[in-house]
Each structure stands twice: as structure tokens, then as C-alpha cells.
């Protein structure tokens, strides 16, 4: 008997969930019908306000990745150039292993952006546009900073008198 209201307890009460402490605990859980795993479902949007907030969250996880990344290639690239005494020598034994670090490493964020995209683009669909938004707004800023630096070169040389 339950003490609080004097009605029977039943036995099959909660026996079909897990333990509470088990339910966070267990990504490859299935989440519905449909057979997908809990972190690759869908999540659906209710309103306008969380379609923003995703895509804007998008925006910042590119930039704020991106520029982890390329401090830690910077780290990285120096360590491997003060460990390797001539990393040009190809006599030098690790050689081909600087060869191969060096082009991981290169090719580490390129692999890390495009497997976010994908994987939010399954999942929570904003945040992947706002990664790819994110991508053309760093590009639209490049390319205004070499028309930029172009003029300026053409108004320098044309000053000096070449």
C-alpha cells in the first residue's frame, strides 16, 4: 500500500524505463520507431526564436573551431619543425613521417568541418547552415580584403614611379 494517498502499488510500475541515472548515460539508445540512434535523431523546431539561435550557434562553433584549429596546426607545425633537425634533408630517417604528419595535419581541419556539417545537417539542421553561413561570411571577408589590398598595391605602385 502507498502510505500517501492508501492506494495498492503496482509491481510493473516503471519497469519498462531504465533507472533515471540510465537514461542519459545511453547514446546508442534508440529513440523512437524509426530505428535511429538518440544522438543522430532530428530535432524538430517549434518556433522562429530556436531556428535563430541554432543558426547563430552555427555561425560561432565554425569561427571559434576554425580558429582552435589553426592555433593548434600553428603549435603543432612548429613542434614538428624545432624536433626535426633538416626537415627538408631526405636522408633525415623520418622524413616520410614528418611527410605524413604535416599533410594530416593540413588536411585535419578541412575533415573535422565538413564531418560537423554533416552530422548537424542530420541533426539539427540550423546549426549546419549557420556553419555553412559561417564559411561564406569568412570568405566574403577575404575576398573584400584582396580587392582591398589589390587597390592599395596598384595606388602604391603607380605613385612610386615604376
Same mark, same amino acid.
Request: hydrophobic share 50%.
Given at each position: 500500500?502507498?502510505?500517501?494517498?492508501?492506494?495498492?502499488?503496482?509491481?510493473?510500475?516503471?519497469?519498462?524505463?531504465?533507472?533515471?541515472?540510465?537514461?542519459?548515460?545511453?547514446?546508442?539508445?534508440?529513440?523512437?520507431?524509426?530505428?535511429?540512434?538518440?544522438?543522430?535523431?532530428?530535432?524538430?523546431?517549434?518556433?522562429?526564436?530556436?531556428k535563430k539561435r541554432d543558426f547563430w550557434i552555427g555561425v560561432a562553433?565554425?569561427? =571559434?573551431?576554425?580558429?582552435? #584549429? +589553426?592555433?593548434? *596546426?600553428?603549435? !603543432? %607545425?612548429?613542434?614538428?619543425?624545432?624536433?626535426?633537425?633538416?626537415?627538408?634533408?631526405?636522408?633525415?630517417?623520418?622524413?616520410?613521417?614528418?611527410?605524413?604528419?604535416?599533410?594530416?595535419l593540413l588536411l585535419m581541419p578541412w575533415v573535422i568541418n565538413i564531418?560537423? =556539417?554533416?552530422?548537424?545537417? #542530420? +541533426?539539427?539542421? *540550423?546549426?549546419? !547552415? %549557420?556553419?555553412?553561413?559561417?564559411?561564406?561570411?569568412?570568405?566574403?571577408?577575404?575576398?573584400?580584403?584582396?580587392?582591398?589590398?589589390?587597390?592599395?598595391?596598384?595606388?602604391?605602385?603607380?605613385?612610386?614611379?615604376?
Amino acid at each position: 500500500m502507498n502510505t500517501e494517498n492508501n492506494t495498492p502499488i503496482d509491481p510493473n510500475d516503471g519497469a519498462d524505463q531504465p533507472p533515471a541515472s540510465d537514461q542519459n548515460n545511453a547514446p546508442f539508445e534508440l529513440a523512437g520507431n524509426n530505428g535511429k540512434p538518440k544522438w543522430l535523431t532530428r530535432k524538430e523546431y517549434t518556433n522562429p526564436a530556436e531556428k535563430k539561435r541554432d543558426f547563430w550557434i552555427g555561425v560561432a562553433i565554425f569561427f =571559434v573551431l576554425n580558429i582552435v #584549429l +589553426t592555433l593548434c *596546426q600553428w603549435g !603543432l %607545425g612548429a613542434g614538428f619543425y624545432t624536433v626535426s633537425p633538416s626537415i627538408v634533408d631526405s636522408n633525415f630517417p623520418s622524413s616520410p613521417l614528418f611527410s605524413i604528419l604535416s599533410w594530416a595535419l593540413l588536411l585535419m581541419p578541412w575533415v573535422i568541418n565538413i564531418a560537423l =556539417v554533416i552530422y548537424f545537417a #542530420l +541533426t539539427r539542421s *540550423q546549426i549546419a !547552415l %549557420g556553419m555553412v553561413a559561417g564559411f561564406g561570411i569568412a570568405l566574403a571577408i577575404v575576398i573584400c580584403l584582396g580587392v582591398i589590398f589589390t587597390v592599395w598595391c596598384f595606388v602604391a605602385l603607380s605613385g612610386s614611379g615604376f
